[in-house]
């Protein structure tokens, strides 16, 4: 990403770079603490209770964790019949949530969006 592009753009080109993964349906970039930052959702779903919930999911399995003296974790996966939910940590500030399609390969999902997590990690 250069420095020349605005906020905006940036955001764009990594929720355009997230949904580029083969079996992400839906996707939202957020804050730590649930803020909305970008998405790619179909219309009627909520995307910033979305974010919200996804948010909260790795917060209290990061928490439950600590108790456990165990490492953070660095997915969280819950899975439903058709498809799961992806949400990992991006950066200090922020977590991307994606929709995954269950007929995909899920730990070259979680590759590839550790990659771009990699990316907005720097820039966020």
Same mark, same amino acid.
């Given at each position: 990403? /250069?420095? *020349?592009?605005? &906020? $905006?753009?940036? +955001?764009? #080109?990594?929720? $355009?770079?997230?949904?580029?993964?083969?079996?992400?349906?839906?996707?939202?970039?957020?804050? #730590?603490?649930?803020? &909305?930052?970008? $998405?790619?959702?179909?219309?009627?779903?909520?995307?910033?209770?979305?974010? @919200?919930?996804?948010?909260? &999911?790795? !917060?209290?399995?990061?928490?439950?964790?600590? +108790?456990?003296?165990?490492?953070?974790? *660095?997915?969280?996966?819950? /899975?439903?019949?058709? !498809?799961?939910?992806?949400?990992?940590?991006?950066?200090? #500030?922020?977590? +991307? @949530? !994606?929709?995954? %399609?269950?007929?995909? %390969?899920?730990? $070259?999902?979680?590759?590839? &969006?550790?990659?771009?997590?990699?990316? +907005? @990690?720097?820039?966020?």
């Amino acid at each position: 990403m /250069t420095e *020349q592009l605005g &906020l $905006k753009e940036r +955001i764009n #080109r990594f929720i $355009k770079a997230i949904m580029g993964v083969e079996g992400v349906s839906a996707c939202a970039l957020s804050s #730590r603490d649930g803020i &909305l930052i970008g $998405k790619a959702f179909p219309d009627g779903i909520s995307a910033p209770s979305f974010a @919200a919930m996804s948010a909260t &999911l790795l !917060a209290s399995a990061e928490a439950a964790a600590s +108790i456990a003296h165990v490492h953070p974790p *660095q997915k969280i996966v819950a /899975t439903s019949e058709g !498809a799961s939910l992806m949400v990992i940590g991006a950066g200090e #500030r922020t977590l +991307i @949530a !994606a929709v995954v %399609d269950d007929n995909t %390969d899920h730990e $070259k999902i979680y590759t590839s &969006l550790t990659e771009i997590a990699h990316e +907005i @990690a720097e820039v966020l």
